[in-house]
């Protein structure tokens, strides 16, 4: 009976995921991070290979060595090829048993069905979560809360019954998880606060307790330095250069109040937030806030237990370490949200005498939160409807008008783009996507010398920004200084030798310039990482004419 009881429970579970996320299989990439994850990945985009294993597990990849979530996406790509709908109901796939897993800890380790089964509902159908999921590029938040939610089973296992072979079988998730996403780094620390509380290990002693977690703390340690040394390496990281650690503290202070906003009141949620000025009387306030929770909730074990995973889970990314330009994430919310969710699954009973008022309400809240995911999940279908919605319910959205302005663009209607792109660099002049943008708006109406100066503003603003340096060198050409074109886009391709676009470029200057044995090898590069190309195709076929190779460029004409 209580076996069926389970079944049913993760039945109800999974149609209630399907009834809100189905939709998904229709959706499209997105123009963040899908593009450059995805699209202008070919290690990814050819799908999987050992080429790719290689490459994910040796090189440093947008600021992220997270080798496991590359071949699940180049695995992707070898089974249902560039199909975002496919990929993104394998992101659901993961959520559900996700969703699943955290059930089962929780009843292994409560033994209470009812809460335990409320607790996943509500992961599994809260909108703040729908970003993790109905994202291609989120895979990486859904499969590594798969292996920490593998592990954590496993040391509830392991709690009631040690020995050395149930360690390693938390040790062995554990890895996998940090080389899917390094979130997984706070771990030791929840499976600490899980031995005090349900799993009653107290008697053991703190020392002991803490020394069964060294292994695990060592593997964290190493993932966090992998981590601060690839965000830094590839320039992620610029607030940490002009944000004193007062300031990072108040905007930690704030985000933790912001995040439990959120997680009580999901409104005008958005792919992204702009960071905020400081506020130190809001910073105050909200440290005040956190001071009378811990209060409030230090004796009940159970409520502190999920008070102290919400603290302790955002902790890498709450704003202390300033990555990019936002203010918090919905994403970043994935896991910690289930520490709220055991403090309110535990804590409310306790306050009601009457048992039908906890259960009525929480009905109620599963059912208002799976009507307003639904309603968030649409937004995702596309990038103009997502971006449209970011810039509707925030303000100042730089971050949103650009993207918007690239999606509009992407979509033919220039005119619309350009303005979102002004007023991008309006309220943002130092935001560099959005000068090369402009760049391009500027270079598409022949004005290429007025392109050129937005794209050497944007290569100050970001000396890395491939794109940049690969229009700068188009306009360059165009501008008749092939020599110079040559000299940036042999900088685009020191950055990125796979940019077939770059690639393409410099055969066309090396063309013009009559050194046509150098352009066609170029060519057959541009071909090399982007084999559907016409235009490299077509350019090759006539180069090797010109070099009176013509029965060779019979084999690229169509």
Request: with cysteine; net charge neutral; proline share 4%.
């Amino acid at each position: 009976m209580r076996r069926l009881r389970h079944v049913a429970v993760c039945g109800l579970l999974l149609a209630a995921i399907v009834l809100v996320y189905a939709e998904v299989g229709s959706h499209r990439y997105l123009n963040l991070d899908d593009d450059v994850y995805v699209l202008r990945n070919p290690w990814i985009r050819d799908g999987l290979r050992w080429e790719t294993v290689r490459w994910a597990f040796t090189r440093v990849y947008e600021a992220y060595w997270i080798p496991l979530t590359w071949l699940s996406l180049a695995l992707d790509c070898r089974l249902f090829g560039l199909h975002a709908g496919a990929q993104l109901l394998e992101n659901v796939a993961w959520h559900a048993v996700d969703s699943m897993l955290l059930y089962a800890i929780l009843v292994a380790a409560t033994g209470a069905v009812g809460r335990s089964a409320w607790v996943a509902a509500l992961f599994a159908l809260h909108p703040l979560h729908v970003e993790s999921v109905a994202w291609v590029a989120q895979r990486k938040d859904v499969l590594s809360t798969f292996f920490w939610m593998a592990t954590t089973l496993a040391w509830v296992g392991y709690a009631r019954r040690p020995s050395v072979g149930r360690y390693l079988v938390v040790l062995v998730p554990f890895a996998l998880g940090l080389l899917a996403k390094p979130m997984l780094v706070t771990l030791p620390l929840v499976l600490l606060l899980l031995d005090v509380w349900p799993l009653a290990r107290r008697d053991r002693g703190l020392a002991w307790l803490v020394a069964e977690k060294l292994p695990l703390l060592g593997l964290s340690l190493a993932a966090s330095a992998v981590t601060i040394w690839t965000q830094h390496g590839a320039g992620a990281v610029p607030a940490l250069a002009t944000r004193s650690l007062a300031e990072r503290v108040e905007t930690a202070l704030v985000n933790y109040g912001l995040y439990l906003g959120k997680l009580v009141l999901p409104v005008h949620l958005a792919v992204f937030y702009p960071l905020a000025p400081g506020d130190a009387g809001l910073a105050a306030s909200a440290g005040l806030l956190l001071i009378a929770v811990t209060v409030l909730v230090w004796r009940d074990a159970a409520v502190r237990t999920g008070w102290l995973w919400f603290l302790l889970t955002l902790l890498p990314v709450i704003g202390l370490v300033q990555v990019g330009g936002q203010q918090i994430a919905d994403r970043y919310s994935y896991i910690p949200s289930i520490g709220v969710f055991v403090m309110v699954a535990w804590g409310v009973p306790r306050l009601c005498r009457a048992s039908w008022v906890p259960a009525a309400a929480g009905v109620t809240t599963l059912v208002l939160a799976a009507l307003v995911a639904r309603h968030q999940v649409a937004y995702w279908r596309d990038s103009i409807t997502l971006f449209e919605h970011a810039v509707a319910v925030t303000e100042r959205n730089f971050f949103a008008h650009n993207n918007l302005g690239e999606a509009l663009a992407s979509a033919g209607r220039r005119d619309e783009a350009a303005v979102h792109y002004a007023e991008a660099i309006r309220i943002h002049p130092g935001y560099a996507p959005a000068r090369n943008n402009q760049g391009i708006v500027l270079a598409e109406a022949g004005r290429y010398a007025d392109a050129e100066r937005e794209f050497r503003a944007a290569l100050a603003l970001d000396p890395g920004m491939v794109m940049a340096e690969n229009n700068l060198a188009t306009a360059r050409a165009r501008l008749g200084d092939y020599q110079d074109a040559i000299a940036h886009y042999d900088a685009a391709l020191a950055r990125e030798p796979w940019n077939a676009v770059a690639h393409e470029g410099l055969a066309d200057s090396l063309a013009l310039l009559g050194r046509l044995d150098d352009a066609i090898a170029q060519y057959r590069e541009a071909l090399r990482w982007a084999p559907e190309s016409t235009s490299a195709r077509r350019s090759l076929a006539r180069t090797l004419q010109r070099a009176g190779r013509d029965a060779e460029a019979a084999s690229f004409f169509p």
